[in-house]
């Protein structure tokens, strides 16, 4: 099982941008995904999550400009980012909880896509 996360780039203060993370492999089901962000010297934050029944949860720092959502027939998790700001700045990593042939589920870890906001 893969996760691959795209979507990321430079973007203006106020702009907006919207990441992919696709599941690929041998999948029985997602349950919870998520996407992360590692700022430079800083520690990994969760920002945004999505249940299996599409219950969502935001950071506070993205509530309101940020919108997490799921096509489940695609095994795809997307991040809508708006109205941008440099302290958004960050490596973006998604994460899913995925069941597969071994008898628990496992979390994998997409490979982080740049996020930069600058003028």
């Known amino acids: 099982v893969q996760l691959q996360a795209s979507g990321g780039g430079l973007v203006q203060p106020g702009g907006s941008l919207r990441l992919t993370c696709t599941a690929s492999?041998?999948?029985?089901?997602?349950?919870?995904m998520a996407w992360y962000r590692q700022a430079p010297g800083k520690q990994r934050e969760l920002v945004a999550h999505?249940?299996?029944?599409?219950?969502?949860d935001y950071a506070d720092s993205v509530k309101g400009r940020f919108a997490i959502s799921r096509d489940n027939a695609k095994n795809t998790m997307y991040l809508q980012m708006n109205s941008l700001k440099p302290e958004d700045t960050a490596v973006y990593y998604c994460?899913?909880?995925?069941?597969?042939?071994?008898?628990?589920?496992?979390?994998?870890w997409g490979q982080g896509t740049q996020v930069t906001v600058s003028s």
């Open positions: 994460n899913a909880e995925i069941g597969t042939v071994l008898p628990d589920p496992v979390y994998y």
């Open positions: 492999g041998i999948i029985f089901s997602i349950n919870t």
């Open positions: 999505i249940s299996s029944g599409d219950i969502t």
